[in-house]
Every structure is written in structure tokens, then in C-alpha cells.
């Protein structure tokens, strides 16, 4: 064996770590959620009963599934229009300087940690969303099954808007880069017509781009997903039946938050950590089919 | 004429329209960038003093003590972490460039990738499992093992990538000069791009510096300094989280200046990457 085939095999059993890590954590979660599917059967899909206490062991995940899906809902429901408006600003309005500097700043909201996002959610957000978002919609719309609880600011409401803060910076700048890849044949073609501004970006750029918008979107989706520490300190944190999302104003919890929350209080005899592990599973699922499928859509916009 | 009036006018709102929407977007996004960092200065400054870096955290709900043993844990954490990510990073980057052509890399590659997109706290999970629950104990090097694994598809992927960017004119030369491949790949190719790859390592780091799920249920923080890889250790963000959720100002004032502490290191990172490709 020559210096270089020793070296081609080295390299490739350092490279296949992450092939070996990634088989180990799926195989592993799957053991471990096991015993408590074994003891709740389908319950544990679509139960909403949550008791740790021995003896009375219930354990079923559907509130937080649901919570899972109805903040990072929210998260694109409001984070992906202002992401496409920056994407738009960047590449329609703002000259090469001007677009540095706002690329960097909109980039910098991607480098606070999570855990920082949650302080300021707690105890500054929060006081914001209740004032001058939640008591007036109570107040007005509080008819209304989603504006129906009374409102706390520790909510599914607080949940998503921190969310959707936290996807812009992935969103936004995969969108700009799919409509910097509009060919100028395009919009001057629209322009040539007699088209306005708002022609080639509606009937231009849009429809040229669609594909890699919604891989953005998946990308920011898969983001909200697996996003854990801001949300365990927003949501409220409720279990079992409460936990239900009965308005947007409800406390509430996620797959993320239900195990960063309830983790280092379940007892390890119990089947406690088996029912958090197999929420890490169904996280983990949902994270995998959201991002390869954002991957296959942008795949092909790269280069 | 009067249709081209009314067309003309309809298109001027259709514009002025889209202009206000990009517009306040952007603004919209740059509020909370602003606020956050307003708010973890003017709240976190209180907390600094000298006892603040220098001391333990005191008794429970007493404003007495610092946040030095998060301090020594967070440096602990990335430090061993970082020894052992990075070493894995670059080479799995290394060989997804050179040999990305072989069917093998294929699967390698799509696992890198797989293992960026998992949520951190699944990858908590599996340290759980496979490190704490057979040693009984929460430990430092179970934390550090489960920021090593964050870390690797990011330097990975970064690295990979750099190397991309290399001509092969610099990639040819060196295999012209009959040098062995992999001195030419380590000496010459990744020489040439050891500022993109350094952009990747520092990127990394400053994305486990920040991590606090997947350490809860692995170094799970700790009110004493470090005595021992296989102790529980404290961490920056362990302690903003749980002090954050106290109902003492005392601990929450800590927690604001932890915040402060570790926005701090994490902007700076960020600049210092930002600035970096640039000069490229």
C-alpha cells in the first residue's frame, strides 16, 4: 500500500463517523422509545394524557406534536413575508453598500444563541405582544376561538413570533440569493413592455423563482422545527390535556421544549425518559423529511 | 387618455406599494436585532463587577457571588469539544472534496448532511444514552462529546466547500511537481484555503458556545468549578436558563450579564467571519 492509498482510507474511516453517528442516534432513539410505545400502543401518538407520577404512567405526545406544528406555523405565517421583503429590498432597492451592510446586520440575528432569543422573549417580548398585541385582539376579537383565552404573553403566540424572528436570517438570504438568479433577460423583457417594477417582481422574479422560495421556506421550516431553548422559555410550559392548542393565547409546549423542560426531572426507573426520548424521535423524523426535502429544491439553485 | 392616466396611476401605487413592503420588512427585522442587543447591555452592565468573573455563584436568591464556573465550564466545554470536532471536521471535509466522486461519498455526504439538519437536543439525547446512562453520571465529557458532534457537519461542510473554491491550476501544479496526493491536498490545496476553512472552524465554535440543549441532559451545570471530565460542569448558557426562570432578581440580574458575556463573544465571532470573507 502506497502513502496516498493509506491516506484515502484514513480520510474515509474519519469521513464515515458521521455516517456511523448518524445510524447510531436513529437506531438508539428507536430502542429506547420502544418500551413506552410497547406499554401505550397507538396512545402514545394520539393520547393527550401526561403522568409521570409511578404507578399511573400515561404518556401520550399529540399536544405537543400539535404544538410543534402550530408555532412553526406561525413562524412561516409571518416570518417568510418579512424574509421575501428583505429579499426584495437587497435585490431591487438597495445599491452594493447599502445591501452589505443589511446583509450583515440581518446575518447577525442568526449568531444569538437560542438561549438569548428566550431571555429577551421572557421578560421583554412578552410584555410587548401582551400590550400591544394580545389585550387589544382579546379585547376586540375576543369572541373568537383563536383569541379566546385570556392572554398571559407566555403563550403559542409568543412561541411563533420568536420563531419566525429566529428563520429570517435562513429565509431571507436563500430568497435573495434564488432572485439574484433571475436572468436580466427576464425582468428587461417585462420592462420592454411596459411592465412597472411590481410587474417583473410579481410576474418576473416570482414566478421565475418559485421553486427556490419554497425550498427557503422548507429550509426556515425545518429551523422552527427543531428550535428548542427560546420556545422552552416562551410557551408557558403546560402538559397533558393543557397543553391542547385551544387558542393562540393558551400556554402551551413542544416536542423541544417538553424535553429540555421535563428531562432532568424524569426518573430513570420510569418509563418518563423513554416517552421524552421517543418525542426526540418524532422530532427527529419530522426534521429529516422538512430539510431533505428544502435540500432537493435547493440543490439545484446552487452554482 | 384617460385609461393611460388611470393605468399610469395604478402602476404608481403597485410600486410605491412593493417599495413599502420591502421596506418595512427590513425594518420590521432590524427592530428586534436592535432590542435584543439594547436590552441584554443595558440589563447584563448591572450584573458586571470583579466578583462577577472571580467567584461561585452564592446561595440561592442572595445577590452575593459571580458566574465564574459558567465562565470556566463554557471554556472547558468548547475547548475539549473543539479537539475533537475539528480534527473530525476537516478531514471528513478533506475527503468528501477529494473523493467525492466514489459511490461511498455519496452516503457520507448525504450523512453530513443529515446530522447538520438534526435538531441539537436529539443529539443530547443520544449522548444521554450512549455516554451518561452507562457511567451514572452527568459529565463534562459527555457535553463536550455532544458539542464535538454539532460541530462536525458544520467544519465539514465548510471545509469542503473551500476547498471547491481553489483553483485547480494551484491543485494541478503541486500533482505536476509529482508530489504525493495527500501532501499536496494537506500542504497545498488546504494551505490555500485555510482562510475559508478557518471561517468554518471559528463558525462552529461560536455555534456551541451557544448551545445550551444539548447540554441540559449531558454536563446538565453545576454551582462549583470543574473537578473532573467526568463531573458535571456549568456552562454560560445552562446558567441563563435556569437562573432566567428563578424569582430572584439577584439570579435573574446574573443571568442578563451571562447574556451580555456571551452576545459579546458570539457577535464578535460572527464579525470576525464576516470580515474574513471578505478579504478573500
Request: charge should be positive; avoid cysteine.
Amino acid at each position: 500500500m502506497n502513502e496516498d492509498e493509506i491516506f484515502h482510507l484514513f480520510s474515509l474511516a474519519v469521513a464515515s463517523i458521521s455516517l456511523l453517528l448518524l445510524a447510531l442516534i436513529f437506531v438508539v432513539l428507536v430502542q429506547y422509545t420502544f418500551p413506552v410505545i410497547n406499554k401505550m400502543g397507538i396512545n402514545y401518538f394520539i393520547s393527550t394524557s401526561w403522568n409521570p407520577v409511578f404507578g399511573k404512567e400515561e404518556y401520550g405526545i399529540l399536544p405537543y406534536f400539535l404544538g410543534t406544528v402550530l408555532t412553526s406555523f406561525i413562524a412561516i405565517l409571518v416570518g417568510v413575508p418579512v424574509s421575501f421583503g428583505i429579499a426584495l429590498f437587497l435585490t431591487e432597492y438597495s445599491n452594493k453598500t447599502l445591501k452589505n451592510y443589511l446583509g450583515t446586520m440581518i446575518s447577525l440575528l442568526a449568531a444569538i444563541p437560542s438561549v438569548i432569543y428566550g431571555l429577551w422573549g421572557f421578560f421583554i417580548f412578552r410584555n410587548f405582544i401582551l400590550e400591544y398585541i394580545e389585550r387589544p385582539l382579546y379585547h376586540y376579537f375576543g369572541g373568537l376561538s383563536i383569541f379566546s383565552t385570556t392572554p398571559t404573553g407566555l403563550d403559542f403566540l409568543n412561541g411563533g413570533l420568536i420563531l419566525a424572528i429566529m428563520i429570517i436570517p435562513i429565509v431571507s438570504s436563500i430568497t435573495t440569493e434564488v432572485l439574484e438568479q433571475v436572468p436580466t433577460e427576464i425582468k428587461e423583457g417585462i420592462y420592454a413592455i411596459g411592465g412597472s417594477r411590481y410587474d417583473v417582481v410579481v410576474h418576473g422574479s416570482i414566478r421565475y423563482s418559485k421553486n427556490g422560495i419554497i425550498g427557503a421556506i422548507l429550509l426556515g421550516l425545518g429551523r422552527a422545527i427543531g428550535e428548542t431553548m427560546a420556545v422552552s422559555m416562551v410557551i408557558g410550559n403546560a402538559t397533558g390535556e393543557n397543553a391542547l392548542p385551544k387558542s393562540l393565547f393558551s400556554a402551551g409546549q413542544t416536542l423541544s421544549s417538553l424535553i429540555a423542560n421535563e428531562f432532568n426531572e424524569a426518573n430513570p426507573t420510569s418509563l418518563h425518559p423513554n416517552a421524552l426520548i421517543g418525542a426526540g424521535l418524532v422530532l427527529l423524523i419530522m426534521a429529516v423529511i422538512v430539510n431533505l426535502s428544502a435540500r432537493m429544491i435547493v440543490s439545484k439553485y446552487k452554482r | 387618455m384617460i385609461s393611460t392616466i388611470s393605468l399610469r396611476v395604478k402602476k404608481k401605487i403597485q410600486n410605491t406599494f412593493l417599495f413599502l413592503f420591502a421596506s418595512l420588512s427590513t425594518v420590521i427585522a432590524i427592530i428586534p436585532l436592535f432590542s435584543i442587543i439594547f436590552e441584554v447591555v443595558k440589563n447584563g452592565i448591572k450584573a458586571i463587577n470583579l466578583d462577577f468573573f472571580i467567584l461561585l455563584p452564592g446561595p440561592v436568591g442572595e445577590s452575593v457571588g459571580g458566574i465564574a464556573n459558567a465562565i470556566q465550564g463554557t471554556l472547558i466545554l468548547v475547548t475539549l469539544a473543539s479537539i475533537i470536532g475539528i480534527p473530525i471536521g476537516v478531514i471528513t471535509g478533506i475527503y468528501l472534496y477529494e473523493y467525492g466522486r466514489e459511490k461511498k461519498s455519496t452516503l457520507i455526504s448525504f450523512s453530513v448532511d443529515l446530522l447538520y439538519d438534526l435538531p441539537s437536543i436529539v443529539v443530547g439525547i443520544f449522548v444521554y444514552i450512549v455516554v451518561v446512562s452507562p457511567m451514572h453520571s452527568f459529565s463534562t465529557i459527555a457535553g463536550a462529546l455532544a458539542l464535538a458532534i454539532v460541530m462536525i457537519p458544520i467544519i465539514a461542510k465548510t471545509t469542503e466547500e473551500s476547498l471547491t473554491l481553489v483553483p485547480s491550476t494551484i491543485s494541478e501544479a503541486g500533482i505536476a511537481l509529482g508530489i504525493p496526493k495527500w501532501k499536496n491536498i494537506i500542504f497545498i490545496v488546504l494551505n490555500s484555503a485555510k482562510s475559508g476553512v478557518l471561517n468554518g472552524i471559528i463558525l462552529a465554535v461560536t455555534r456551541i458556545t451557544g448551545e445550551t440543549a444539548p447540554l441540559i441532559m449531558t454536563s446538565l451545570g453545576s454551582t462549583f468549578w470543574f473537578s473532573g471530565i467526568n463531573k458535571p460542569i456549568n456552562s454560560l448558557t445552562l446558567l441563563i436558563w435556569r437562573y432566567a426562570m428563578q424569582p430572584y432578581p439577584s439570579a435573574v440580574e446574573k443571568a442578563w450579564g451571562a447574556a451580555f458575556l456571551l452576545l459579546l463573544v458570539a457577535l464578535a465571532l460572527n464579525l470576525i467571519v464576516k470580515s474574513g470573507g471578505k478579504s478573500k
